[in-house]
């Protein structure tokens, strides 16, 4: 088969790392694709538009066609490849609102009776600021469009909700994804990451997983798309797995399918575990980044049949699927700056180095090439990965992966795992 992976960050590097492993892959082409995916995959530039796309990928034979981020999710881009005969894993541009609209996907867990935060949807600057000073309790104000994971600002005073409703529907600041905004209460616990593939009836869960949101130690700072993950999360227990199973990713894929969109792709469920039982953050219509460079390490089934059968509906005959038994860890080496402004351009040293420890990968975000090195091109630029026996052990790995690598101003957590540590210690 030949395999075209749509994306260019550590997700879309460990998306083509899998599949390059199966035994049904003979090429695999990537757009715009990064400077690690350009070892195991042929990058290619095709104008930004879907014809041109399914034009290439048609007359390129392409088998497969793997779509990692949202925002061509959300444009249709599965739409126009099905309509022209070509294979997509992802879902349509109906289904991709459960992670394009939050006040869709609010509705759609209030009609299945889903557990969610209480919310409501304003599309008015003055009602929208009237009900927080009615409710006076801390919210998040959330645009209600894709903002490149940017449009969530807490809402913990009066001022602060205000001032986050201005920015998203006065200020404008995230364009139209800000014509509406979903506020709502706050939630206090543990966060966990529950990512499911899914054939618009049939699902299959994946291991659990959990993200480092904010860009500094002891979860301070500014939330990132994130800064390190590991898997498995001991928070997400076999009683809590289950319940979300029940009571979310169920009502969720019938829900859909109830409203005439069924939903095939991975449905990645953002969760707080409150002291009441796991409740939805948010649905996600993709893998998670950097989720996925845990997980996909951690498959020890090929992934290409699994995605395969979400497109075809056929996911209840892979009753058999593989985990490793060892627990990952990943750890995201930043450019200094980041979420906000940084440099890019700055040479990458080491890499070779860490890529031969045992049980340690890296996977590019951020980094192309340019002449004989390779540089930084984004905010997220690496995602040092390690398998082991135990997390501990993992986390350790992968730390001192990411010792042996090095560019000017490079910033990295150096507490990932810390919240499944002590929970392991207690
Ligand atoms: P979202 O994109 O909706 O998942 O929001 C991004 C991040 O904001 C989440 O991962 C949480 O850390 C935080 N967040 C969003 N909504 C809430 C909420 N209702 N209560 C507490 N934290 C939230
Ligand atoms: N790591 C969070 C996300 O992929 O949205």
């Not at 392409?62 to 099905?82: H, Q, R």
């Not at 860009?215 to 809590?240: C, F, I």
């Not at 993709?286 to 699994?306: H, N, W």
Request: with cysteine; charged share 20%.
């Amino acid at each position: 088969m030949n395999i075209l992976v749509i994306g260019q960050g550590g997700r879309e590097h460990t998306l083509a790392w899998k599949l390059a492993q199966s035994p049904l892959v003979q090429k695999i082409y990537c757009t715009p694709g990064n400077a690690g995916i350009a070892q195991i995959a042929e990058q290619i530039q095709i104008d930004d538009n879907f014809i041109a796309l399914a034009n290439w990928a048609e007359s390129n034979n392409i088998d497969l066609t793997v779509v990692g981020p949202e925002n061509p999710l959300a444009a249709g881009i599965v739409d126009v490849l099905s309509e022209r005969g070509l294979k997509a894993f992802g879902p349509n541009k109906q289904a991709a609102r459960l992670e394009g609209s939050k006040d869709f996907a609010k509705q759609l867990m209030l009609k299945n009776d889903i557990p969610t935060a209480t919310y409501k949807t304003f599309e008015d600057a003055d009602e929208a600021i009237a009900y927080i000073e009615d409710i006076k309790s801390p919210v998040f104000v959330k645009a209600d469009g894709l903002a490149a994971g940017k449009g969530v600002i807490p809402g913990r005073t009066i001022v602060d909700a205000t001032q986050a409703v201005k920015t998203i529907l006065v200020e404008k600041a995230f364009g139209d994804a800000g014509n509406s905004v979903v506020i709502e209460e706050e939630l206090i616990g543990e966060e966990a990451s529950f990512t499911v593939l899914v054939d618009g009836q049939n699902c299959l869960p994946f291991v659990s997983s959990q993200d480092h949101k904010m860009s500094h130690d002891g979860d301070t700072g500014k939330n990132t798309g994130g800064m390190g993950a590991y898997s498995p999360a001991p928070v997400m227990t076999p009683e809590l797995h289950n319940y979300v199973m029940d009571r979310v990713v169920y009502p969720t894929i019938n829900g859909m399918a109830s409203i005439g969109c069924p939903f095939k792709g991975v449905l990645y469920v953002g969760l707080m575990i409150t002291d009441t039982g796991p409740k939805v953050l948010e649905f996600n219509c993709r893998f998670g980044d950097p989720e996925t460079q845990v997980l996909l390490p951690r498959l020890k089934s090929d992934l290409v049949p699994l995605l395969l059968a979400c497109i075809d509906g056929t996911l209840d005959q892979h009753t058999d699927v593989q985990w490793h038994t060892e627990a990952a860890a990943c750890v995201v080496m930043a450019s200094g700056g980041y979420p906000n402004t940084y440099q890019t351009g700055k040479v990458i040293t080491g890499l070779a180095k860490t890529d031969s420890d045992d049980g340690v990968t890296v996977f590019h975000a951020g980094t192309k090439q340019q002449g004989e090195n390779i540089v930084t091109a984004g905010g997220r630029v690496l995602g040092v990965t390690a398998l082991s026996e135990h997390l501990k052990l993992a986390i350790e790995k992968a730390y001192h992966g990411v010792s042996a690598i090095h560019f000017e101003d490079a910033h990295w957590r150096k507490d990932i795992g810390h919240r499944a540590l002590s929970r392991t210690k207690s």
